[in-house]
């Protein structure tokens, strides 16, 4: 590891922290009852619409639990594997893996169901910063090489 990519791995542990945050209370919000008001922003934002729609799960399982999943398998890599030199790709892999689901997921609200989540967007961003950082790693790591 050189002394450029150490801080690099914190900064993806507290994204991917992050992360697991925001997909943990759009999970909440998904097996909610009520209305909530903090994401109400009138027919373009509401994160209701978006987080209770049938695209809100995959085969049963909910979208922000596989974000729980996939930011948590990042969090594990930055942190309890950084020394692993395989990891930098298996960041790169795993976050870009996340991207693809969350520009999906980003399509489906677009062109969808025309209403935008602020917590998908929120987190749409951290997998961004998160796959950006993990290039960078894997390139530091193939010149190494």
């Not at 991917?16 to 009138?42: E, I, K």
């Not at 395989?86 to 609200?109: N, Q, R």
């Amino acid at each position: 590891m050189t002394s450029t990519s150490r801080p690099v791995f914190p900064l993806i542990a507290a994204l991917a922290f992050a992360g697991m945050v925001v997909s943990s209370v759009s999970l909440h919000h998904h097996y909610g009852t009520s209305q909530t008001n903090y994401c109400d922003f009138g027919a373009s934002f509401n994160c209701d619409i978006v987080n209770r729609s049938i695209y809100s799960t995959v085969l049963g399982v909910p979208d922000a639990l596989i974000g729980i999943v996939g930011y948590g398998i990042l969090l594990a890599l930055a942190t309890l594997y950084r020394t692993k030199a395989e990891t930098p790709l298996m960041l790169l892999i795993a976050s870009t893996t996340g991207l693809g689901f969350a520009l999906y997921l980003t399509y489906i609200e677009k062109f969808v169901l025309a209403t935008w989540c602020i917590l998908c967007l929120s987190s749409l961003a951290l997998i961004l910063l998160i796959t950006a950082l993990s290039s960078f790693l894997a390139a530091s790591a193939l010149r190494r090489n």
